[in-house]
């Protein structure tokens, strides 16, 4: 929570990893230090990580990630900012149908970002989906951007497709992650942190029209 944070992102890591993911814990330290506030945790128990078939079960990782949401809502450092997602593989399909279910109680999202995300396992939802949602998928990592190109195809016009060159699906290779870091930021710097100085019911009304 940096001082005076903008917006407040919300991290959903990918299937077997957790939120010591080191890769989201780059990138949410980056963003801290660029002033959003950042929020990791695991979306499952050790004992549920431990079944395969829950690692890859969307609505519940969703659910999991839409309880986050209300908790930050509750809590007076956070209940201020606008909300964003940033989902890794699996996680980025859950953030999607996380985002896509506002009239179930959920806070709005007023932007995605998915690394090297999985958002065809939400395709039957991403058309309800009003957030800009920004897909960075590896140049090299040749499936997922077939996953992604498709998902895109799904998502409203604000949405974007952004492949990083010579980059593997963990985006290892240098200057890769960093590369990734600087995207997120200019996607939620771009669509959430101007809201923080906008009429919230403005604001939650333009994020309606997308």
């Given amino acids: 929570m940096p001082p005076d944070a903008k917006a407040l992102v919300i991290f959903a890591h990918g299937s077997g990893s957790s939120r010591f993911s ?10 801290v230090n660029q002033g ?3 929020l990791l945790m695991d979306l499952l128990t050790e004992e549920e990580e431990r079944t395969q078939d829950l690692r890859f079960d969307i609505p519940l990782l969703a659910g999991r990630l839409m309880e986050a949401t209300q908790w930050a809502r509750g809590d007076p450092d956070t209940r201020p900012l606008p909300i964003g997602y940033f989902g890794a593989s699996t996680g980025a399909a859950a953030a999607l149908l996380a985002a896509a279910r506002p009239e179930e109680g959920q806070s709005e999202v007023y932007a995605v970002v998915s690394r090297g995300g999985r958002p065809d396992l939400a395709i039957p939802v991403l058309h309800h989906v009003r957030a800009p949602v920004l897909l960075i998928v590896g140049g090299h990592d040749e499936l997922v951007l077939e996953w992604n190109e498709l998902a895109l195809k799904n998502l409203n016009d604000e949405s974007s497709l952004v492949v990083v060159p010579r980059a593997t699906h963990l985006f ?3 200057g890769a992650l960093e590369e990734v870091t600087r995207l997120a930021y200019e996607w939620f710097t771009s669509h959430i942190a101007p809201l923080t100085t906008t ?3 403005k604001a939650k009304h333009a994020a309606g029209a997308h």
């Fill in 22 to 31: 080191p890769r989201n814990r780059f990138v949410a330290s980056q963003l």
């Fill in 36 to 38: 959003l506030a950042t």
């Fill in 172 to 174: 290892e290779e240098p």
């Fill in 199 to 201: 009429n919230p019911r």
